[in-house]
């Protein structure tokens, strides 16, 4: 299983940013899915999960402003961010379990990706 994060960048504080997350080895449309984020010095938070049935969640402090998403044809997956703030700064990362009702831990993690806003 591979998942490669891409999308990130310095921003400037209201902009937006699309991240994408290409799985091979791995049905995005199968599993729950999900993007994480760590800042310097803080614990690793879930932003946003996904799962089988397209059921989505938000941590409180982005709700309104991400969407999770996926598009089975290229089997990638999605986090619109809009709307960014100087604290959404961090590295993202996306996670894929093996179950399809996100009750299971996150098995896989690709690489991440550093979104910076100022």
């Known amino acids: 299983v591979q998942l490669v994060e891409s999308g990130g960048g310095s921003v400037q504080a209201g902009d937006a940013l699309r991240l994408s997350c290409v799985a091979s080895?791995?049905?995005?449309?199968?599993?729950?899915m999900g993007w994480f984020r760590q800042a310097p010095g803080k614990e690793r938070e879930e932003v946003a999960a996904?799962?089988?049935?397209?059921?989505?969640r938000y941590a409180a402090s982005v709700k309104g402003r991400y969407t999770i998403s996926r598009d089975n044809a290229k089997n990638t997956l999605y986090l619109q961010m809009n709307s960014l703030k100087p604290e959404d700064t961090a590295m993202y990362s996306c996670?894929?379990?093996?179950?399809?009702?996100?009750?299971?831990?996150?098995?896989?993690w690709g690489q991440g990706t550093q979104v910076t806003v100022s």
């Open positions: 996670a894929g379990t093996i179950d399809t009702r996100c009750r299971a831990a996150f098995a896989y």
């Open positions: 996904i799962d089988s049935s397209g059921i989505t």
């Open positions: 080895g791995y049905t995005v449309s199968r599993y729950c």
